[in-house]
């Protein structure tokens, strides 16, 4: 969970960070990577395994074409407003969940997991795919931040993300910038569905949930801030986890939803962000 | 080399350039000179299409700047350096230097050639840029810009709030720069530190250029009026 969450935070963060943009649409992107799994899983006529695989490689890429054609139909044109992209992200999220409506239908539907091990300790026994899926989140978010740190795209983006009328007086192109963060962010929470989605089942509506928590991550972590991202995911992932196991997942979200409060009246800037 | 003509521009219904027009020549420094609110910064955003020209001609080389991409500008050689230098402040001096060889595709060796010039940036290589002093922030500014290896050289008052240590390294940088053969734009509010470099001066009031002239014809009472009324 701590995992999952914490790819499809970064995704939401790096858009906010680069763009500054609230991308209210970024479970949705969350939801049609999981359909895509689906679909993949479904018609690809491979083995389980080499499909869920190909599903991992295909879903992100689609989910990141259409957030890069939503970017260029939609957010460059309103500028990249703050308040304009608000309300449009709101109706890219009905326009997205009504398509995955039309085209995938009401019902939730699995996925198969690439392999079944159960990992048998002494004294309980644990699922080995879960074990998977955070290390395969682990290496996706190394490959993120190799990516932000240690290459020209990455030097470009944070570039743009400090000065985006300096990067531009560099020869950035900032608005291919903007549709291949904007690319990237919807990749990431896509491949955090494809690896969840063998666990928890494809259904139009499951954008919700992964918002949510991704806003309360990025609130408490510090807007723009991957480091913050990391370490609330951790916290509120894994609290998630063990409160809505021994007690209820309600209760779980309201903890959550105080830490937030508390963060934003103690702490506005997040808890690893820069103050303006 | 670069040709201003007509050029009117200003942001949405504010016009704040009127029929501007002034050449800067290969090996020169041109100083653009004017009171707060003139115009002036507002020039070389318009040369570097940050601000778009509503009407006239911006051409380098026989290339129509004004119709270019902002993010075009600079890949045919004109560098901008903007006033508070605007770094890329969490970024180290390195990386900084990494974005201004971004457009020309420069090596090692382009920037090898600047840190020749500002070599105190040499031993800061790994430091964040905002933790710079004031006069080290203006070094790695200008170093930047000709990370570019900028036909065109912009700079937006560039000894503003600096020590006179800093102020003459930055001068003489300019001096240097003038004898490759770069075409230097100057925007300065002080008449001493202007007339120490320019060649040819464009004294802007209102949004146009009200007079130009060439340094070397400036009598010591012109200068010493310039000084008084604060162009």
Known sequence: MAAVLALTAVGLNLVFGVMRVVNVAHGEFFMLGA??????????????????????VIA???????????????????????????????????????AALSFYGPDARPVAPPFHLRLQLPWFGYSGYKLFVVVAAAVILLGVWLLMTRTRAGLVMRATQVDRDTARNFGIDVDRVYAGTFALGAALAAAAAVLIVPIQQAHYLMGHDP?????????????????????????????????????????????????????????????????? | MLRVEGVTAGYGPITVLRDVGFEARAGEVTAIMGRNGAGKSTLLKCVMGLVPATAGTIVLDGIEVHRLPAHRVPHHGVAYVPQGRRLFGPLTVAENLSVGLYARDGGPEVRAAVLELFPRLRERLGQVSSTLSGGEQ??????????????????????????????????????????????????????????????????????RIAETARAADLTPEARQFADHVGV
């Open chain 1, 211 to 276: 918002l949510l928590l991704s806003f309360i991550v990025v609130i408490i972590g510090g807007l723009g801030s991957l480091r913050g991202t990391l370490v609330a995911a951790l916290v509120i992932g894994l609290s998630d986890g063990v409160i809505s196991m021994f007690f209820s997942p309600t209760l779980a979200k309201i903890i959550a939803t105080l830490a937030v409060a508390l963060v934003l009246v103690f702490r506005p800037q997040g808890l690893f962000g820069a103050k303006e």
């Open chain 1, 35 to 56: 359909i895509g799994a689906w679909f993949v899983t479904h018609y690809l006529p491979v083995p389980a395994a080499m499909a869920w695989i190909a599903a991992l």
């Open chain 2, 138 to 207: 203006q070094m790695l500014a200008i170093a930047r810009a000709l990370c570019l290896e900028p036909k065109v050289l912009m700079l937006d008052e560039p000894t503003e709030g600096l020590q006179p240590s800093m102020i003459r390294l930055i001068q003489d940088t300019v001096l240097r720069l003038k004898d490759t053969g770069v075409a230097t734009i100057l925007v300065e509010q002080r008449v001493d530190a202007a007339l120490r470099v320019a060649d040819a001066i464009a004294f802007m009031a209102n949004g």
């Open chain 1, 60 to 98: 992100p890429l689609a989910v990141g074409a259409i957030a890069a054609l939503a970017d260029v139909t939609v957010l460059k044109r309103l500028k990249y407003d703050p308040e304009a992209t608000i309300v449009a992200t709101i109706g890219l999220l009905y326009i997205f969940q009504q």
